[in-house]
């Protein structure tokens, strides 16, 4: 019984976490706005949705719009202008298609061959890595490490190439676009890496391949004027400069024993790099830079809420995640003490929070979305919708009144009216 349960975990550990800050702008292709999620995690990569509104009083219903059947997979849609890309999988094939956003009529569609061989992770063949869109460029990432470009406003391939290796539950690094380099984490956990491709053709511009992969992602920090790519290796918390690669500074992360993972998108709130670990707590440090060489310190260690599956968002000064125990968390981004836990049915360690101004967004993978107030102070609790036919392991993208959620097989557009 207690290796069927492991094995059930494996199976459901599908997500990884990335993003860059990417914005498009060739002509005839779609325009970045400030209500678009044009990558992972949103355009900054915070989990932060800039025009949500939240009405004054919350409809007892949300209103479908559309649902479109798109094929397996637990990648986040990406949204640019009225435009919205899908990466899945069907009848053994990754797919990328181009939806209109209003009505969620497709526009164009790519595919390509991908077999599947599970190891323990059978149950999820579709793509865990979510698509980037950046100057008229979408680029996925599929499960065996195949990177592709396409052009955004007509769905024509650029270029793809075919990375080597992966980790045992599948490639999950979700691509990063910084300064015209797509920067992915390839390989596996034995032997893997951060690579940069150039965007426009797709000629690797730097590799640096130290530490293994995991299935985290990376993000993009500024210190003291210079770019850094920080990410979770499988051994590690690091950050490279992100024009040329080299290594910048590192702070010990290791994954503690077979059933844990590296899979959290590290949060960044100003000089200071905040990540999280099952069994390892979450933890704060500050990055310097004195005599041209850059130091970490560590601020603080929360042993007790610590996530596995799942990144969490930084808001008014706190830290709002969820556990591998399922419970919501609040914890003060400059001391790490925690404020309050609560318990979120369905959550099984998975699930994504989105700061979407007024209100926080909690979805795991029944389907059932809660809203909730950004309060330090206890869990607050406005109301929830079901909002997912199936499984929902993908970010809800909120813009204006408007929800997109990706389900098992399917994408949703509901409004609140």
């Known amino acids: 019984m207690a290796h069927a349960r492991a094995r059930s975990l494996c199976r459901r ?5 990335a993003a860059g800050i990417v914005l498009v702008g060739l002509a005839g292709s779609p325009t970045a706005g400030a209500g678009d999620w044009p990558q992972w995690r949103g355009p900054n990569r915070d989990g932060r949705a800039a025009d949500f509104k939240a009405p004054k009083v919350w409809p007892k219903e949300l209103t479908q719009k559309w649902k479109v059947t798109v094929g397996d997979g637990v990648a986040t849609p990406a949204l640019v202008g009225d435009k919205l890309f899908v990466f899945t999988r069907e009848s053994g094939a990754e797919v990328t298609r181009c939806l209109n956003a209003a009505t969620g009529k497709e526009e164009w569609v790519d595919k390509y061959a991908a077999a599947f061989k599970g190891m323990g992770d ?12 950046a100057d008229g460029k979408i680029v996925t990432f599929g499960v065996n490490g195949t990177l ?17 290796g992966r980790p045992r539950f599948h490639t999950s690094c979700s691509p990063m676009i910084v300064d ?13 890496g951060i690579v940069a491709y150039e965007l426009d053709g797709g000629k690797e511009k730097w590799k640096w391949t ?18 850094t790519v920080v990410a979770e290796t499988d051994k590690s918390v690091v950050a490279l400069g992100a024009a040329d690669g080299k290594l910048l500074w590192k702070t010990a992360f ?23 670990g099952s069994n390892r707590g979450t933890k704060a440090i500050k990055i310097e830079k004195k005599d041209g060489a850059f130091t970490t310190k560590e601020l603080w260690n929360n042993k007790e809420s610590a996530v596995m599956y799942n990144t969490p968002v930084v808001k008014n000064g706190f830290v709002f995640g969820l556990t591998s125990g399922d419970q919501l968390f609040c914890v003060s981004a400059e001391t790490g003490k925690t404020a309050w836990t609560e318990p979120l049915n369905g959550a099984r360690g998975y699930g994504h929070i989105v700061d979407a101004g007024e209100v ?16 330090d102070k206890e869990f607050k609790k406005i109301t929830s919708y079901k909002v997912g036919a199936s499984k929902t392991y993908a970010y809800p993208i909120a813009t204006g009144n408007r929800i997109f959620v990706k389900d098992d097989t399917s994408v949703i557009l509901w409004t609140v009216e």
Do not use: H
């Open 13 to 17: 550990f599908v997500l990884a976490f």
């Open 360 to 375: 926080m967004l909690a979805l795991p993978p029944n389907g059932t979305m809660t809203v909730f107030e950004p309060s």
């Open 180 to 192: 015209k380099l797509v920067i992915v984490q390839t390989g596996s956990e034995a032997s893997g």
């Open 122 to 133: 059978t149950g999820y063949q579709g793509p865990r890595s979510s698509p980037a869109v």
């Open 148 to 164: 592709s470009c396409l052009d955004a406003g007509t769905g024509k391939k650029v270029w793809r190439i075919e990375t080597e």
């Open 210 to 227: 130290t530490e293994g992969a995991s299935y985290a992602s990376p993000v993009l920090m500024t210190v003291d004027g210079t770019k």
């Open 254 to 276: 290791p994954i503690p024993g077979m059933r844990n993972y590296n899979a959290s998108t590290p949060m960044i709130q100003g000089q200071t790099v905040i990540f999280s």
